[in-house]
């Protein structure tokens, strides 16, 4: 399942078909469907019941990779009504002038959302508005075999191991893989001085001949892990969460550097035809039972502490899941904006490309 969930399936091409015509709030949709811009596992209608119960087959889905593929896709000129990035990327959108403000007091649910993720810098509107509402958070790690990696040092240099050659994978993302490599060379991933780049290019070299595969396919990364051609790989809890309930041997590791942790959420196009809907969508996303759904079957955390309060205390200690974010930002690294984005993304495709 995807990084969301699971950022499970690596879609290259976005659906673009005719807006829906605006709707009053809480009235079915008349004409067309809410456009939702997503992560592939993201559509279930377990996560928008109420929604659903309003406006049955109300929502037409368009998935993106990665939000790096979904911001250029929106900028180039695809126009949903909502789109569903992580926070690192709202102050990129923001900077084209591709979002509107939400107004919080039409957020039901908005008090419920953890203080960690509602007071984040960047997603400040004014005036009681915001940019971004938060919705589920995870975290990035080595996703190991146990009976085939053996006590291996609890670190992100497991990925550059030459014993594995070959039978490793990692994440094709700027904010992924490349932080992982800035951390190792010790420099400061998020705000890089002269002459960092090269240092992380030089990491990421050495890398290179040692993965099968850059990819945000979760799908394929857990098949290759139950079968053995993978013995370790870069992925998100959906996919420790989906091995494990298999009985498949992996463990999902606490590097020393610190695992990466992220938050994605909802944003609301400048140009939506569907406002209202999309606030009807975001209210029934942000519902205990949505947030309860995205937990259990997911592994990954809801933004609200009402949905963490409807999981019994030995599902979150099964699938190592703290019911208080800030508890894990602890001992995690914060994947936030990243000043030097688009010189990281330059870079990182030019390695990946044998330069």
Same mark, same amino acid.
């Given at each position: 399942?995807?990084?969301?969930?699971n950022?499970?399936s690596?879609?290259?091409?976005?659906?673009?078909?005719?807006?829906?015509?605006?709707v009053?709030?809480g009235?079915?949709?008349?004409?067309?469907?809410l456009?939702?811009?997503?992560?592939?596992?993201y559509e279930l209608?377990?996560?928008?019941?109420t929604?659903?119960?309003k406006?049955?087959?109300?929502?037409?889905?368009?998935?993106?990779?990665?939000d790096?593929?979904?911001?250029?896709?929106? #900028?180039?000129g695809?126009?949903?009504?909502?789109?569903?990035?992580?926070y690192?990327?709202?102050?990129?959108w923001?900077k084209?002038?591709?979002?509107?403000?939400?107004?919080?007091?039409r957020?039901?649910n908005?008090d419920?959302?953890?203080?960690?993720?509602?007071?984040?810098?960047?997603?400040?509107?004014?005036?009681g508005?915001?940019?971004?509402v938060?919705?589920d958070?995870?975290?990035?790690?080595?996703?190991?075999? /146990?009976?085939?990696?053996?006590?291996?040092e609890?670190?992100?240099?497991?990925?550059?191991?030459?014993?594995?050659?070959?039978?490793?994978?990692?994440i094709?993302?700027?904010h992924?893989?490349?932080?992982?490599?800035?951390?190792?060379?010790?420099v400061?991933p998020?705000?890089m001085?002269?002459?960092d780049?090269?240092?992380?290019?030089?990491?990421?070299?050495?890398?290179?001949?040692?993965?099968?595969a850059?990819?945000?396919?979760?799908?394929?990364?857990?098949?290759?892990?139950?079968s053995?051609?993978?013995?370790?790989?870069?992925?998100?809890?959906?996919?420790?969460?989906?091995?494990?309930?298999?009985g498949?041997?992996?463990?999902?590791? #606490?590097?020393?550097e610190?695992?990466?942790?992220?938050?994605?959420?909802?944003v609301?196009?400048?140009?939506?035809?569907?406002?209202?809907?999309a606030y009807?969508?975001?209210?029934?996303?942000?519902e205990?039972?949505?947030?309860?759904?995205?937990?259990?079957a997911?592994?990954?955390g809801s933004?609200?502490? /009402?949905?963490?309060?409807?999981?019994?205390?030995?599902?979150?200690?099964?699938?190592?899941?703290?019911?208080?974010?800030?508890?894990?930002?602890?001992?995690?690294?914060?994947?936030?904006?990243?000043?030097?984005?688009?010189?990281?993304?330059k870079?990182?495709?030019?390695v990946?490309?044998?330069?």
């Amino acid at each position: 399942m995807t990084k969301h969930i699971n950022r499970t399936s690596l879609l290259k091409k976005a659906t673009v078909a005719a807006l829906a015509l605006a709707v009053s709030a809480g009235a079915a949709l008349a004409d067309g469907k809410l456009k939702y811009f997503t992560w592939s596992g993201y559509e279930l209608p377990e996560f928008n019941k109420t929604f659903l119960a309003k406006n049955p087959d109300g929502i037409e889905f368009s998935m993106f990779g990665d939000d790096d593929d979904a911001f250029t896709k929106v #900028k180039a000129g695809f126009r949903p009504d909502i789109a569903h990035p992580c926070y690192d990327k709202v102050a990129r959108w923001n900077k084209e002038g591709l979002l509107q403000p939400i107004d919080t007091k039409r957020i039901k649910n908005w008090d419920s959302i953890f203080p960690v993720f509602r007071n984040l810098p960047d997603i400040q509107a004014g005036d009681g508005k915001v940019w971004f509402v938060p919705w589920d958070w995870g975290n990035t790690s080595i996703l190991y075999r /146990t009976d085939l990696v053996e006590n291996p040092e609890q670190s992100w240099n497991l990925l550059w191991d030459k014993k594995y050659a070959g039978r490793m994978a990692t994440i094709d993302a700027v904010h992924d893989t490349p932080i992982v490599a800035a951390l190792l060379v010790g420099v400061n991933p998020f705000d890089m001085k002269e002459g960092d780049i090269d240092k992380v290019a030089a990491k990421l070299r050495e890398q290179r001949p040692l993965v099968t595969a850059y990819t945000t396919d979760m799908t394929s990364v857990e098949q290759s892990l139950s079968s053995g051609e993978l013995v370790a790989a870069m992925t998100w809890n959906a996919s420790a969460n989906a091995l494990k309930k298999q009985g498949v041997k992996v463990e999902f590791m #606490k590097p020393k550097e610190g695992m990466l942790t992220w938050t994605c959420g909802f944003v609301i196009l400048k140009d939506s035809t569907n406002v209202d809907a999309a606030y009807d969508f975001i209210n029934s996303r942000l519902e205990t039972d949505s947030g309860k759904y995205l937990i259990e079957a997911y592994g990954y955390g809801s933004s609200t502490s /009402t949905a963490f309060a409807a999981v019994p205390k030995e599902t979150l200690d099964a699938i190592q899941l703290p019911a208080d974010p800030e508890a894990v930002l602890k001992t995690t690294i914060f994947t936030g904006p990243m000043k030097q984005n688009d010189d990281m993304a330059k870079m990182f495709e030019k390695v990946k490309a044998g330069g």
